[in-house]
């Protein structure tokens, strides 16, 4: 068995990560964020203060444990700097607990320029979260990108400057007419430099030293580039072999993979969602869950648990279980519906999910019907601790995933978790 786990978000994202691998990171020495930047929002609880966290790994606020961004992952400086110093508030934060990738890719002034323009310009726009995520991922595969080691030093950051300006003469146009932003990136640099080392190379060192390591994704599994509902999904591999690609190592290491749920389902920006509710549930789930993006704000769309789309992400990423979040949510209706399979015009009923995206806009779900609970859940204990209707509720959706059901949430706060 190895001491390397991995949690990943199990559908469109805001699955509630941050909160367990906080409570997870109790039980390892390393925490590594393996893909996405600032574009995720991960809202803990610390000593009843709510913080976000969009780049840092949750498991930071734990004194004396390491966190890393491994490769995979792509940075944005300024905003990174104003993080370390919001977690400093609370923890001691040294270039020994927090290590940055030399090779991940960084976000530029210019890269958020392109994500806002295309957004603005395109006839169907993805929604996304404009902070320059996709346009940096494109640079990396096209290899004209920054990578952190790169960046710190000034004399290769200026070639980059130059190559940019050469290829891309808006580059140039954009770093005079913003040379206030350029001038905030250069003065980042200098301020993360003693961050940026081989964290790679470092976490492999610790795994084959017997430390625990556990991988956090950002995101969730339905936005992955390679597995999620192109083209509305995010720039990176989300799924939990993202994870291998980031950190170069082998899943033999792998003890146990998670994906985290929400007990019902959320969603940002465009893109099919076939559980969407437009009613006085949705609204519920809304309010009661508050949905809204920790990033940007915006209102986030809200549906029934969608079990064929847990089915494929449990596929894509091998769970050995699920952490049902924010059960508590749920608590106060009087039925409770799960998506088992869908119904489709042509195709008739569909309990695989589509690849094609226009399949599943065309989707209508075909649901299971629970009985509510008005009890409050437990705060902390078991599974089984829970009322009778809970209980049957999370058997139910065990059965129609067949993969097991291995902790629920019921609170925003670390204590608030039940386990099997
Ligand atoms: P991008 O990652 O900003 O390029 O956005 C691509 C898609 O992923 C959009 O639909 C975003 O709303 C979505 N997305 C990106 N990050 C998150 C997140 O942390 N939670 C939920 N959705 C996200």
């Given amino acids: ?59 930071i606020f734990h004194e004396g444990k390491i966190s890393a961004l491994c490769s995979g992952v792509v940075v944005n ?14 923890v001691q934060l040294t270039p020994e607990r927090l290590w940055l990738s030399a090779r991940a890719h960084v976000i530029s ?8 323009k295309t957004e603005t310009e395109a006839a169907k726009p993805i929604g996304t979260t404009k902070r320059g995520i996709g346009p940096t991922y494109a640079e990396k595969a096209n290899r004209t990108g920054i990578r952190l080691g790169d960046y710190i030093n000034p004399i290769r950051r200026q070639a980059w400057y130059e190559s940019l300006s050469h290829t891309t003469p808006k580059f140039a146009e954009h770093r005079k007419a ?24 470092m976490v492999r060192a610790q795994i084959k030293a017997g430390k625990r390591a556990l991988l956090e994704g950002a995101q969730g599994a339905l936005l992955d580039i390679n597995h999620g509902t192109y083209p509305y999904v995010t720039s990176s591999e989300t ?6 690609a980031s950190l170069g190592f082998s899943p033999k290491s792998i003890d146990k993979i998670y994906g985290v749920a929400k007990a019902y389902v959320t969603r940002v920006g465009s893109g099919a969602f076939p559980t969407e509710l437009k009613d006085k549930v949705g609204e519920h789930l809304a309010t009661l869950g508050k ?19 847990l089915r494929y992400s449990g596929a894509i990423s091998g769970y050995d279980g699920l952490i049902l979040n924010k059960m508590d949510i749920l608590t106060g209706l009087d039925e409770i519906k799960v998506c088992v399979a869908y119904e489709h015009p042509v195709h008739g009923r569909i309990e695989e999910f589509p690849w094609d995206h226009e399949i599943l806009s065309e989707c209508k779900p075909i649901y299971k019907s629970f009985k509510g609970w008005t009890e409050e859940l437990p705060q902390g204990g078991k599974i089984s601790d829970m009322s009778a209707n809970a209980r049957a509720y999370v058997d139910g959706v065990e059965e129609i995933l067949g993969y097991p059901v291995s902790m629920v949430g019921t609170g925003v706060n670390r204590q608030d978790a039940l386990f099997r």
């Avoid at 002034?109 to 806002?116: G, T």
């Avoid at 913003?178 to 081989?198: N, S, T």
């Avoid at 799924?239 to 291998?244: P, Q």
Wanted: glycine residues 12%.
């Fill in 291 to 309: 949905e809204f993006g920790a990033t940007t704000g915006r209102p986030r769309r809200c549906g029934w648990l969608d079990a064929v789309a």
């Fill in 109 to 116: 002034p210019w890269h958020i320029h392109l994500d806002s």
């Fill in 239 to 244: 799924a939990a072999g993202g994870a291998f």
């Fill in 77 to 90: 400086p300024s905003q990174l700097l104003v993080e370390i110093k919001k977690v400093a508030a609370f």
């Fill in 178 to 201: 913003h040379a206030d932003q350029w001038q905030e990136f250069d003065q980042a640099a200098e301020a993360l430099a003693p961050f940026v080392v081989d964290a790679e190379h």
């Fill in 1 to 59: 068995m190895g001491n390397v786990s991995i949690v990943v978000g199990a559908q469109w994202g805001d699955e509630g990560k941050g909160k367990w691998i906080d409570i997870l990171a109790r039980d390892v020495e390393i925490v590594a964020r393996f893909q996405g930047g600032n574009n995720a929002g991960h809202t803990l609880y610390v000593d009843g203060q709510k913080v976000v966290l969009h780049q840092i790994p949750s498991g």
